[in-house]
């Protein structure tokens, strides 16, 4: 009863096959067409800025390596990890995160604002042997990385990838990456050498491990968020 009209409709198999599928064309046109004309939906952040060379293979080695499956690199908006990790994560950071690298898995701490935390030193010992740092560590060592050669072979075609895909590197930036992140390094193996009395041998000091300590350094580092006092009441967590 009140159905009657749809009776007649359901016994002609190819007039209800082609209706049916006319109104799963337009349902699909309505939700696909508008976000073609819109610019993002991704509120940008002032400092965020696309990675350098070198923190770009230090990334790559961090997916490599698999850091992923133990470290996040999202910090949710709940007290216990904003008081321990700081300002909780947002979208606007991670717009040069190609994949993103949030993870689903905290074996170890979330990495997203490491940046700044430890000397390059504290990094240095702690990937050869995260035990020499904190006994109880599960973090498998990572000393091959203190051997193997950091390849550049490929670094400006990333760069240039990325670009295609809208990270803003500058003309320069692209055609001297090699050189751009032999410079960076150089300036991490300084460091290390000359203010934090590391013997950073020849082979390591071209070796993937600075790459990795630069990408380390950068995380988190754009922008200045203040800290977050959750504890007041009603206020709204620390959104600048
Ligand atoms: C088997 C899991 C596991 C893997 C894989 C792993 N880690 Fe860890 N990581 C840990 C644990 C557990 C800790 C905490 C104890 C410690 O400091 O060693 C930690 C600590 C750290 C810290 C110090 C964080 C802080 O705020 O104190 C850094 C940095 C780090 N890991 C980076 C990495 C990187 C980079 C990789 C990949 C090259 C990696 N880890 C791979 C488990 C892991």
Redesign the pocket.
Known sequence: MGYDWHRPLESQTLRFTLLTFLAIVVGGLVLLIPPYFMQGTVETIEGVRPYTALELEGRD??IR???N???SQMIRPFKAETDRYGPFTMAGENVYERPFLYGSRR???D?SR?GG??PDSW?WI??RR?QD??PR????S?AH?YRWPLDLSLTQRKLEVLRTLGHPYADEEVRDAVAEAQAQAAVVVARLRDEQGIQVSETEAGSEIVA?IAY?QRLGTDVDLPPIESARAGAAPGRP
């Open positions: 080695l961090y390596e698999g850091c499956n133990c470290h074996t170890g701490p990495l490491v935390n430890y990094h702690h990937f995260p740092i904190e560590s599960n973090m498998p990572f990385l990795l380390m």
